[in-house]
């Protein structure tokens, strides 16, 4: 079907409205957390798991989603996202018990991975001009981006106006719209019902993205026992291998590993894990440090982290625009390079002012809003329509473990550094060398005789943040090495598809 100028553009905005509420759910919470615990009498594990049901359910299922999407209709997947979505949105919002509200975040996750695919897979097929695509898809990322980003913000302003429900209740009349106008203006492409849905599969893949995530979560507190992360792991490993078994045996599969033989798809994926491993990580850090030691409220601290999602508007829709002049390789290689120099300047704001951190994540997001945008046009650019939803899920994929792995990882890492680095001073309890959020807590109850040890944990807190800063920093070096030897043959004036449109 051949969409109109206009509805072209309309269904990126319609596509733009469900992805916004994808990616806000997955931060949002991160300001409302202590509320809604305090509200609900959550414990410390149900607290976890209010955040965690969201990422972790909608990762296991995206490869599925995708794939689905492919034979029954991506708009057909977008509709019953958005249903999904807005449901589960009115019972979180309502939700008497923190279970309850636990079971509606993995409910919102389902109606987002019929979703997350479907926003992509829409565009694919309505921009059939490469360059409007590239910009379209641009624009998308800068999307994902912002949402990530405002998540804090939002619910920081929410929460000084409204009950703690209306994080949730918000979503409710953007997801009307987003249905509306997904019925007036979404490309109708005809299914292809001759393709046959593994549900196995399906089943094999949400088994090992779920056991892989709560292997990682769990290593960072596993303290004596390894018990739960080892049976995790063991479980991941298994059905990866029965999974990946499984698609070599089937006419239509689950996920092509073919697909991984083109090198701009490969460094594409790459690019968008390592992209939100960056922005997850300098999130992560920044907002954590800055509230615990410099005593920002969540609304300044969500500011602050937002200043990235500003800096990568401008370089994610200008590298799409002039991708075909630019290249894969100077946008995605050149953008993390750029994205690592920005981090490393980000640490001097510890020890030169708060100036020097401002600039470093402004020039970070530039360079990870560079590579995210352009990742998503190689996944998608360099496969052929008819797995335009499974090139989708594999982004999104991506997207989610890179920052998945980044909170699990920097987490325990900051947790670590500071617990080992920590000097007490004598006669304090040992619960302050826990964590930060415990030694603040003494020392507020011992007075002035607390002023020593707030000194010395947050002394140590900042040798955790210069320490997860430089991993973030190194670890995008890696993805831009990598990245950049996957795509010597896609600079300036190279195709940046393979596939016909």
């Known amino acids: 079907m051949t969409v109109s100028p206009r509805n072209r553009w309309a269904v990126l905005v319609t596509v733009a409205a469900g992805l916004l509420l994808i990616t806000l759910d997955n931060s949002i919470l991160y300001t409302a957390l202590p509320t809604l615990t305090r509200e609900l009498g959550a414990s410390q594990t149900q607290g976890l798991w209010i955040i965690n049901a969201y990422p972790l359910v909608m990762a296991g299922l995206l490869l599925g989603a995708g794939t689905l999407g492919d034979r029954v209709g991506h708009r057909l997947m977008f509709l019953i996202g958005l249903v999904l979505f807005g449901i589960a949105s009115l019972v979180a919002a309502f939700a008497p018990t923190a279970n309850v509200l636990i079971a509606a975040r993995a409910f919102l996750a389902v ?3 019929a979703m997350m695919p479907a926003t992509l897979a829409l565009l694919r097929v309505s921009f059939t001009d490469e360059k409007e695509r590239n910009f379209a898809i641009a624009i998308w990322g800068s999307i994902s981006v912002i949402g990530v980003a405002l998540g804090p913000i939002i619910s920081g302003f929410l929460l000084s106006h409204f009950w703690w429900g209306s994080v949730f209740l918000v979503n409710v009349p ?4 987003a249905f509306i106008s997904t019925l007036i203006v979404a490309p109708r492409v005809a299914p292809d019902r001759s393709r046959h849905w593994d549900f196995v599969s399906s089943v094999l893949a949400l088994v090992s993205l779920a056991a892989l995530v709560i292997a990682i979560k769990e290593t960072a507190h596993a303290g004596q026992s390894w018990a739960v992360p080892a049976a ?3 479980i991941g490993l298994i059905s990866t291998l029965l999974f990946t078994r499984r698609q070599s045996r089937l006419a239509d599969p689950l996920l092509n590993f073919a697909l991984f033989r083109n090198p701009a798809f490969l460094a594409g994926t790459l690019a968008a894990a390592f992209a939100m491993f960056a922005f997850a990580g300098l999130q992560l850090a920044t907002t954590q440090r800055f509230q615990l030691v ?15 999602a500003i800096g990568s508007l401008p ?3 200008l590298g799409g625009a002039f991708l075909h002049r630019i290249g894969l390789r100077i946008l995605i290689a050149g953008g993390l ?21 401002i600039a470093g994540s402004v020039l970070a997001g530039a360079g990870v809003g560079a590579a995210m945008s352009v990742a998503s046009t190689a996944i998608v650019g360099n496969a052929p329509v008819k797995n335009a939803g499974m090139a989708a899920s594999v982004e999104e994929v991506s997207f989610e473990f890179g920052s998945l792995i980044a909170v699990a990882l920097l987490g325990s890492l900051m947790a670590a550094v500071y617990s080992l680095g920590v000097v007490l001073p004598g006669g304090i309890a ?8 415990n030694a603040l807590s003494i020392a507020d109850e011992m007075g002035a005789d607390g002023i020593a040890l707030k000194q010395a944990a947050s002394t140590a807190f900042d040798r955790a943040f210069l320490m997860v800063m430089y991993v973030v920093a190194g670890v995008i070096a890696l993805g831009a090495l990598f990245t950049g ?6 600079g300036p004036g190279s195709q940046s598809s393979h596939y016909p449109h």
Not at 294 to 308: D, K, R
Not at 337 to 353: D, E, K
Not at 430 to 437: F, G, I, N, Q
Not at 485 to 490: A, E, F, G, P, Q
């Open 430 to 437: 040992a619960a302050a060398r826990d964590s930060l959020p």
């Open 485 to 490: 030897v996957l795509l010597r043959s896609y």
């Open 232 to 234: 995790a792991a063991a």
């Open 294 to 308: 410099a005593g920002f409220t969540p609304m300044q601290a969500g500011i602050l982290v937002s200043l990235a």
């Open 337 to 357: 390079a750029v994205a690592t120099v920005g981090v490393l300047i980000a640490t001097l704001g510890i020890s030169h002012g708060i100036g020097w951190l």
């Open 315 to 317: 370089t994610a829709m």
């Open 111 to 113: 109606g987002a991975a």
């Open 174 to 177: 953007v997801v009307a719209l």
